[in-house]
């Protein structure tokens, strides 16, 4: 505890009475200073006890004596010492007037104890409580590092928040809440998400505090600013004193360790899957389980898909080591670009780790250059019907921009991707080339995100639908438009109904309402006008897809 007017009371070597203001004494004393001035105002800082002779000050004129009490409230003095038998015998009736009005302690001071000796037990007090606060730090840091070493981050979250008699919490790269300590406090911490979303998108050591109806939470970013970061939250009922501090910082710096330390264990993780990777894509499943070990082990062990994804758009952003060593003159790192890939891999592999599943991320240069350079893309394992899977396909499908009502444009910004049908190791090399076409599908038809099996179960047409193959239908169809806008015959019609017959007379003229001599007729004159034979297979299916594309809609 800090000195209070109390402590000074109970102090047996000063002797000090109280005159004036009692129901206050327990308020803290930070020090204790000497002055004769009629305003000293100029000179305190708030939280003194001023010790006074009244050497310059009437201190028997009551109006004289209001004002300057007042005064001294108002700059945050806590108490008032009054040496008594110096100038005045006792403490003058005015000044105990405009004390007790203004609910200010005075203390009478004897003339045997100098002013110097309540300074040096204020002092000395305070020292004990610094004292006191430094070694509990020590303390706290020593019992968070065992825990840390212990139990890992739940340990430490558990043990700052007994410390700091409040709440404690952890999260991801994403924003999630990893962990948190007393259990309660999960809910309470997922409704920061947006604040600490915000911390992450600040400079490269960030910190805030927000005020809440229930508590005080400060918020800390935790990382070295090479990529992403995570954060920590701490939850009080007021604020943080010095031992509690020293286990925040603490924590802090624990927690940091294990997180560079999980960043490097993850690098080593991904080289590790990238071998997996390129094991099953040369197909040698044999090999590829031997190596994934425990690591991987299980995802092999169930139906798995792969996915492959890129950039919506073909420029190429910044890496994100690059973009995380930029920083302008003053040194303060400055937001980097987002990588669309990146925040895909973290989404997905937070959504795995909540969920206790194994998922392998693989990322990658794609073979096609653009005029940027070349494409990365992201190669994904993930199990079947997932967790994982599930926040690929969310991530990747949107949200929708704009005021997010149905048939809203897609966000641009989120990578296009492609997934294979289920499948095991030894259909990796096929799984794989699933979700490659699959991703092309979804490129074509815009979209963010498209599944091997729904492009299986569609139609061609559908794919079919881009400028390019709208132009060739056009051009292919043209002579035969011209020649019906003469009146001359419906050429058009007749050769979709032929077509769709596959070549018998009967049921197509039967269909058009016309004799078969004259569907022969017109399908003469559709072979001279396009230059082509009807009787080739290539020459059908082009005009049929033709037909097809032009009463697709755009």
């Not at 007042?70 to 806590?78: K, M, P, S």
């Not at 997996?276 to 044999?286: C, N, Q």
Request: net charge negative; charged share 25%; hydrophobic share 45%.
């Amino acid at each position: 505890m800090p000195p209070t007017l109390a402590s000074l009371v109970q102090h047996s070597a000063l002797k000090l009475t109280v005159r004036a203001g009692e129901e206050r004494l327990d308020t803290p004393v930070r020090w204790a200073h000497v002055s004769e001035l009629a305003d000293p105002v100029p000179y305190l800082e708030g939280g003194e006890l001023l010790l006074i002779t009244a050497l310059k000050l009437d201190a028997e004129d009551p109006e004289e004596m209001r004002r300057y009490v007042r005064r001294l409230t108002r700059a945050g003095v806590v108490g008032l010492g009054f040496a008594v038998g110096v100038h005045y015998d006792d403490v003058p009736e005015a000044l105990l007037d405009a004390a007790r009005a203004e609910h200010l302690p005075l203390l009478a001071v004897p003339r045997r104890t100098p002013f110097i000796a309540i300074s040096k037990a204020v002092s000395e007090a305070i020292a004990r409580e610094q004292y006191r606060a430094v070694t509990a730090g020590f303390a706290a840091q020593r019992e968070l590092t065992r825990r840390a070493l212990t139990d890992g981050p739940e340990g430490v979250l558990a043990g700052l928040a007994a410390q700091v008699d409040g709440w404690a919490a952890l999260y991801d790269a994403t924003g999630a809440v990893v962990a948190a300590a007393p259990g309660w406090a999960n809910r309470r911490a997922a409704r920061l998400t947006p604040d600490v979303e915000r911390l992450r998108q600040g400079a490269a050591t960030a910190s805030a505090v927000v005020g809440a109806a229930e508590d005080r939470v400060e918020l800390h970013a935790l990382g070295t600013g090479r990529g992403p970061r995570t954060a920590l939250a701490v939850g009080t009922a007021s604020p943080l004193g010095t031992a509690d501090r020293y286990a925040v910082h603490s924590a802090i710096a624990l927690l940091t360790l294990t997180t560079e330390r999980s960043r490097a264990l993850h690098a080593a993780e991904q080289r590790i899957g990238a071998a997996v990777l390129r094991m099953l894509l040369a197909g040698e499943p044999g090999h590829a389980r031997a190596v994934a070990g425990d690591l991987y082990g299980a995802l092999l062990d169930v139906p798995f898909r792969f996915v492959v994804a890129e950039p919506a758009s073909t420029t190429v952003p910044a890496e994100p080591e690059a973009a995380a060593a930029g920083e302008d003159a003053a040194g303060q790192g400055t937001p980097a670009e987002a990588d669309p890939l990146a925040e895909l891999a973290e989404a997905v592999e937070s959504a795995a780790a909540r969920a206790g599943e194994t998922v392998l991320v693989v990322p990658e240069a794609a073979p096609a250059p653009t005029p940027d350079g070349p494409l990365r893309r992201l190669v994904m394992v993930l199990a079947d019907g997932g967790a994982a899977e599930a926040e690929c396909t969310a991530h990747t499908a949107g949200p929708p921009t704009g005021d997010g009502e149905a048939g809203g444009d897609r966000d641009p910004t989120r990578p296009v991707a492609g997934v294979s049908a289920p499948t095991g190791p030894e259909g990796a090399v096929g799984a794989h080339q699933q979700a490659r076409r699959a991703l092309s599908v979804a490129r074509r038809l815009g979209r963010g995100h498209i599944a091997f099996d729904e492009v299986a179960a569609g139609s061609l047409v559908t794919l079919l639908s881009d400028d390019a193959v709208q132009a060739f239908a056009d051009g292919l169809l043209r002579g035969l438009r011209e020649h019906d806008a003469t009146g001359r015959g419906d050429l058009v019609a007749s050769l979709r109904a032929w077509l769709s017959r596959h070549g018998q007379w009967d049921a197509a003229a039967a269909d058009l309402g016309v004799h078969r001599h004259t569907l022969r007729y017109r399908m003469r004159r559709v072979e001279e006008i396009l230059g082509r034979s009807l009787d080739d297979p290539d020459v059908r299916m082009e005009l049929w897809l033709a037909l097809k594309t032009a009463e697709s809609p755009d």
